[in-house]
């Protein structure tokens, strides 16, 4: 008799032991009892009730889901493949069980969905030059569609755009001919304000003809350094020598 107690305690012991279950700071249990949700548990150490008590683990991390890469038809008819990453994590344990079947299937099959309705919508050249924005929409379209699921977006980018090989060498053609136009209209302008500045030069010359003759000469002297044997003079210049030593010496005769 004794020892049918014995093994019935055991039995006991080891039916309560088989009860206890620990859950993580990141997780919640959602208990069930008898088919019936009835609370979340956790973190810590918890107690199921054998037999009439099930729970299902649920993580409140954040999940980062590739979004695979598809072919995708732009508004202005250009064909793309398009790839993207998606942020989400619980928030709602229950509506994540009970709700839907498997939730992380479902949030990475709307996200593939909403990147290909979403980027339809824009023409080729808005989703390379407005990509922050798109990925703004297409977070704001897949976090109303899991909502009620209890699951919340917190960021979706796109992150590999890849362009037909015949577009490739179309935007290469479009960005050379964009630097050469620029080009040209920088050295159109440095000739326009070379002009404006020599045009100055010349009305200040011709009101001061020695500064013609200074400048030839700091011309000649740049010309020195460079260890020529010849030098040539100008006959303007040297007139306009002899004109200013006539000058010097009807000055120092008036002395």
Do not use: C
């Amino acid at each position: 008799m004794d020892s049918i107690l014995f093994y019935a305690l055991w039995i006991l012991f080891l039916i309560l032991v088989s009860g206890i279950r620990v859950i993580k700071e990141y997780e919640r249990a959602v208990i069930f009892f008898l088919g019936k949700q009835t609370a979340i548990r956790g973190p810590g150490l918890i107690f199921l009730v054998p037999v009439f008590e099930k729970m299902v683990k649920v993580s409140f991390r954040t999940i980062t889901m590739g979004i695979p890469s598809q072919k995708i038809i732009t508004k202005d008819n250009v064909s793309i493949d398009i790839a993207a990453v998606a942020y989400y994590h619980i928030v709602d344990p229950r509506k994540a069980v009970i709700a839907i079947e498997d939730v992380f299937s479902a949030v990475n099959q709307i996200s593939q969905t909403t990147v290909r309705n979403v980027v339809g919508q824009f023409m080729l050249d808005q989703l390379l030059s407005q990509t922050a924005d798109i990925n703004e929409q297409i977070k704001n379209v897949i976090d109303g569609h899991t909502e009620p699921w209890g699951v919340q977006v917190t960021a979706v980018e796109i992150k590999d755009i890849i362009l037909p090989d015949n577009m490739q060498r179309a935007m290469a053609k479009e960005a050379e001919a964009e630097r050469e136009r620029r080009a040209k209209i920088v050295a159109a302008q440095g000739e326009f304000q070379a002009a404006e500045k020599l045009g100055q030069a010349a009305d200040l010359i011709a009101a001061h003809p020695v500064a013609l003759q200074l400048r030839t000469l700091q011309t000649m002297s740049e010309i020195a350094t460079e260890k020529n044997s010849t030098i040539i003079f100008p006959a303007q210049f040297m007139t306009t020598v002899k004109e200013a030593l006539e000058t010097i010496r009807g000055d120092s005769k008036k002395s």
